[in-house]
C-alpha cells in the first residue's frame, strides 16, 4: 500500500484550512523573509568576535599605535563592535568625557540597526495565532450553518469537512507562531549579546586610552 508523501499532506491539509490558509501563509513567508535578513545581518555582518576583536586593538593601544587600531577596526566591515571602537580611538587626544560620549554615540547608532525588524517577529508570531483561531471559528460556523440546511445524508460529510478546516487552520497558526517566537528569541538573544558587547569592550578602551594618557604624562613629567 502507497501512503502519501508529506508534501502531499501538507497540501492537502492547506486545501481543507480554508482561505485563512493563504492569510497565515503570507505572515508565514515574511516571517521567514525576516529571519533571512536578521541572521544575516547578527550573525554575520555586525557580528565579530569580541574578545579576540579586543585583544587585538588592545596590542596596538599598548604599542602607542592608535593608527593601527584604527585601520584594524575599519578593516572589520560593518560589524558594529569595531565601529564603536574606532569612535573611540579618535577620540583618544581628548579627554575621558569626549571619548565616553563618542563611545554612548557610536553605541546608540547601532542600538536601531541590531534590533530592527525585531519587533515585527512578535508581531507575527501573534498574528499567526490569532489567524488560525479566526480559520477555526469561522470553519466550524460554517459547518453548523451548513448541517442546518443539509439532509440528513450530507451531514456527517459536511460536518467533517468543517472541522478538518478549522482544524488545519489552528495547526498552520501555530507552528507558523511557534517557529517566528523560536526565531525572535534566538534573534533577540543574539542582538542583545552584541549590545553588551559593546558596552563591556567600550568600558574596557576608555580604560586602555586613561592609562595609555597617564603613562604619557608621567613620561613628560620625568
Known amino acids: 500500500m502507497e501512503y502519501p508523501s508529506f508534501m502531499q499532506n501538507a497540501i492537502s491539509a492547506f486545501q481543507a484550512g480554508g482561505p485563512w490558509m493563504i492569510a497565515i501563509a503570507v505572515a508565514l513567508a515574511i516571517s521567514i523573509a525576516f529571519t533571512l535578513e536578521r541572521f544575516l545581518r547578527l550573525f554575520f555582518q555586525y557580528n565579530v568576535d569580541g574578545t579576540s576583536f579586543?585583544?587585538?586593538?588592545?596590542?596596538?593601544?599598548?604599542?602607542?599605535?592608535?593608527?593601527?587600531?584604527?585601520?584594524?577596526?575599519?578593516?572589520?566591515?560593518?560589524?558594529?563592535?569595531?565601529?564603536?571602537?574606532?569612535?573611540?580611538?579618535?577620540?583618544?587626544?581628548?579627554?575621558?568625557?569626549?571619548?565616553?560620549?563618542?563611545?554612548?554615540a557610536a553605541?546608540?547608532?547601532?542600538?536601531?540597526?541590531?534590533?530592527?525588524?525585531?519587533?515585527?517577529?512578535?508581531?507575527?508570531?501573534?498574528?499567526?495565532?490569532?489567524?488560525?483561531?479566526?480559520?477555526?471559528?469561522?470553519?466550524?460556523?460554517?459547518?453548523?450553518?451548513?448541517?442546518?440546511?443539509?439532509?440528513?445524508?450530507?451531514?456527517?460529510?459536511?460536518?467533517?469537512?468543517?472541522?478538518?478546516?478549522?482544524?488545519?487552520?489552528?495547526?498552520?497558526?501555530?507552528?507558523?507562531?511557534?517557529?517566528?517566537?523560536v526565531v525572535h528569541s534566538v534573534l533577540s538573544n543574539k542582538a542583545n549579546k552584541i549590545l553588551e558587547e559593546l558596552d563591556e569592550f567600550g568600558v574596557k578602551l576608555l580604560d586602555l586610552l586613561s592609562a595609555r594618557k597617564y603613562r604619557q604624562t608621567s613620561q613628560k613629567s620625568d
Request: contains cysteine; charged residues 15%.
Open 54 to 104: 579586543m585583544f587585538e586593538v588592545q596590542k596596538y593601544i599598548l604599542a602607542n599605535d592608535l593608527d593601527g587600531a584604527i585601520r584594524l577596526c575599519n578593516g572589520a566591515g560593518k560589524a558594529a563592535l569595531p565601529k564603536v571602537l574606532k569612535a573611540g580611538l579618535q577620540r583618544a587626544s581628548r579627554d575621558e568625557t569626549q571619548i565616553q560620549n563618542a563611545i554612548d
Open 107 to 181: 553605541s546608540l547608532e547601532m542600538i536601531p540597526k541590531l534590533e530592527r525588524r525585531l519587533s515585527y517577529l512578535a508581531l507575527i508570531a501573534n498574528i499567526a495565532v490569532l489567524l488560525g483561531l479566526l480559520g477555526t471559528v469561522t470553519g466550524l460556523i460554517k459547518s453548523f450553518a451548513a448541517i442546518a440546511l443539509a439532509d440528513p445524508a450530507q451531514r456527517q460529510a459536511i460536518l467533517s469537512a468543517g472541522i478538518s478546516e478549522a482544524m488545519n487552520a489552528t495547526a498552520f497558526g501555530l507552528v507558523t507562531a511557534i517557529f517566528t517566537m
